[in-house]
């Protein structure tokens, strides 16, 4: 795995490790020391991360007010920034989708200004929008190009058929869909798709919101989001926990964590370029970097793919337990 790769057909050169700044969203992930995200910031980018995604959503506007605090230090032109524009913010903390032609430049002018950048490299569409026709949207975002404003422009969280017909009107370079080897619906219909016309893949939450990483037993309680989600809940996470347990072995082979072993196999998929990865801590920035430069056999890669089909063994059980 090289330390770079060529985002689909943009000319943005990029570590395939891109640091995500989700978890700076307080009523997500409850309250993380801004000292010690920048602190992982700096370390990523001593490490050779060069890749950094936010959003103007996460923690309204708070994210990309810290991402503007690392990049105050840095040489711009060794980092490529994304962010996302979707929602319309009210003053009572209210939001509702908003994509509209007057909005998108007025939240774009917004963001440049909170991260103190003149470009911003890759602008993403954070969800999509059916109140504003297609080609309004594209419009816009080839006037920001033109402008200078943004470099490239592409989605996120849209289905497959959401995406084909956004590029009915305007050249969306990138996605970025949820992917995780427990979650891998993508495979049928987007990765394809993406292989086939080069279109910049970069996946978020490849480690299933810490499931993956390979810390958990089944039996913790969580005050965040997590504690209301179906996969951090009863006997799902037990056997979800449990199946990552079995991973170990195959982790020591290689040298690596679990969490290594899981994000290096998902970074082989020939369609996938980067995997976004929340960081909260100088610690967890270490151990992402540790899979850059490594790759499974392809007996392994399918070994892990095998032992994380939760889903597929649930359904078996339960087919089995029918017949009895």
Known sequence: MSSR????????????????????????????????????????????????????????????????????????????????????????????????????RQRCEVELRRMGIETIDLYLLHMFDPLTPLGEVAETLDLLKKQGKIRHYGVSNHTMEQFRAQRRFGDYDVVQPRYSLIETDIENDLLPYCQAENVGVMVYSPLAKGLLTGKYTGGETFTDFRKHHADFQGSRFRRIAAAVRELEPLARKYELSTYQLVLSATLMHPAIHVAVVGIKTEAQIVEALGVMGKTLSREDYFAVRKTLAIDGIAKLQDASAERK
């Not at 910031?41 to 810290?66: C, L």
Request: aromatic share 12%; charged share 20%; proline share 7%.
């Open 5 to 104: 790769v060529v985002l689909g057909h943009t000319e943005l050169k990029v570590s395939p490790v891109c640091f995500g700044t989700w978890q700076l969203s307080p009523r997500f992930w409850g309250e993380v020391p801004k000292e010690s995200v920048l602190a992982a910031m700096n370390r990523a980018f001593d490490g050779g991360v060069n890749f950094f995604d936010t959003a103007d959503a996460y923690g309204d506007g708070y994210g990309e007010t810290v991402l503007g605090e690392f990049l105050a230090g840095k040489p711009r032109d060794e980092l490529v920034i994304c962010t996302k524009v979707f929602n319309h913010f009210n003053p009572d903390a209210s939001r509702y989708p908003d994509l509209s032609p007057e909005h998108i």
